[in-house]
């Protein structure tokens, strides 16, 4: 099963439907809970970023045959010009905006990690392409 | 300590209840905070039952309880919670209360009374 959705740059107010959508849709598969948790907490971490730092992007997901869950983001930019930086728990370039809402902990590309089997991340000025695995 | 207690200590108002069960459930903990992202992260890998305890008042608190499996949500600082909000909570089934009390207040008056102590 493959499911894909667009995400805006800024749209603060739909900003998790994507992730919701995601976890419902584990859920109808039985999925194990604690799985589920994690996929659910590094999801929409991700789809956070994309409004709060892309230019706007997309989200993959899939639930493979043999039960792994696969999670694509990307974004067409602006790109992330230090990734190790980013990566670095409480470092943070969030907007007043975003911190309103309840984001820019600098918290999230490392939960993110932590929740995920497999986490690869790379960035251009062109945009950001991660990718993260759950089994 | 049960959520009936709990909002006894901080002169809690209902504004959703999903379920009334929900007065009987037993808090091991809880996590105060208006960054999402640090509830995200520091109760991540809680098995217990945990209750959330923010001053915001936006749909994001909704997304973050529901993400992380929790089923209510005490907002602080008697914030105005509109429609929309509730409208959200009873579609991801979380309840939700709130208190006119601080952030600093509700917490401290939830740990001297033994919640997450």
Redesign the interface.
Known sequence: MIKTYDVSKGNYEDAGYASRDIKLTLKTFGIDPKVLKRVSIACYEAEINLVIHSDGGTITFELTDTGVVQLSFDDVGPGIPNIDLAMTPGYSTASTKAREFGFGAGMGLDNMKACASHFDIHSSSEGTHLKMSFQ | MKLKEILEVINGEEIYVADKSVFDIDFHGAFGT?????A??HL?DSDETELLI?G?S????I??A????LQVILVVRGKPIDDHLIEGAKM?DISIFKTDYTMYQACGRLYEKGLGK
């Open positions: 208006d960054l999402m992202s640090d995200l992260c991540r923010t915001l936006n749909m994001q608190i997304n973050t529901s993400t992380l499996d991801s």
